[in-house]
């Protein structure tokens, strides 16, 4: 079966600006978490969609926000762009969530802000 | 605050050994914890989960512990392979669906 997609795979934003990153799970996985990984701070949990609602949220501010569609397909949105927010953004879906069950990553976004 | 610390940012080990890393946590009592594999450029991939209530769980030369009385997993990968070489990291569930992830230990495996 087919995996996680991301897209686009690479992104290069200016700051200020706002981006919309995507996530397509896998077939039947109805939860979709979002991370966001930095040399620095490693991989930090953004927040969590299980049937179109959020589940969790980490402790990002508010300009990171996502959503998900009835077929499970989730978007991130990052707005005013900062340099910090340069990373690798990783979406993960599994059946139930990700604590729960195996969770599958795609291959993420690499985001650069300059 | 809740906090995971894996053992070394680093290790080296010859092809063949064992290779054993340690992820240790404070604050919070996970029901789940488990292990995944990450190569450079590359999104994690599940390796293991172990519960709370198991001691133990392996799968092929992979084998993890899982200690709640001392806070800690231990993570094993026996007969190691240059192959094998990638960061490890650990995650706990602070609730359900929510994880946090250490950060991770860098396994190099010399020929």
């Known amino acids: 079966k087919a995996g996680v997609t991301q897209t686009p795979r690479y992104l290069i934003k200016t700051r200020g600006q706002q981006v919309t990153l995507s996530c397509s799970p896998i077939s039947g996985h109805r939860s979709v978490s979002w991370y966001q990984q930095t040399p620095g701070q490693g991989l930090q949990f953004l927040f969590e969609?299980?049937?179109?609602?959020?589940?969790n949220k980490g402790n990002f501010p508010g300009r990171f926000s996502g959503r998900q569609f009835s077929n499970s397909r989730s978007e991130m949105n990052v707005s005013t762009l900062e340099l910090g927010d340069s990373a690798l953004y990783l979406c993960?879906?599994?059946?139930?969530?990700?604590?729960?069950?195996?969770?599958?990553f795609g291959q993420g976004t690499r985001l650069t802000v300059v | 605050s809740q906090k995971i610390e894996q053992n070394s940012e680093a290790l080296n080990i010859q092809e063949g050994k064992t290779a054993t890393l340690t992820c240790n946590y404070t604050?919070?009592?996970?029901?789940?914890l488990q292990w995944y594999r990450q190569d450079p450029g590359r999104g994690p991939v599940f390796l293991l989960l172990i519960r709370e209530n198991e001691k133990e769980k392996r799968k092929e030369r992979l084998k993890v512990t899982f200690d709640t009385t001392l806070k800690q997993s231990l993570f094993h990968i026996t007969a190691s392979q240059p192959a094998d070489s990638a960061t490890y990291l650990c995650a706990l569930d602070v609730r359900a669906s929510k994880i946090i992830f250490g950060s991770g230990t860098r396994l190099s495996i010399r020929p």
């Open positions: 604050n919070y009592s996970p029901a789940y």
């Open positions: 993960a879906s599994s059946l139930a969530g990700q604590g729960l069950t195996e969770a599958f």
């Open positions: 969609y299980f049937s179109e609602t959020q589940r």
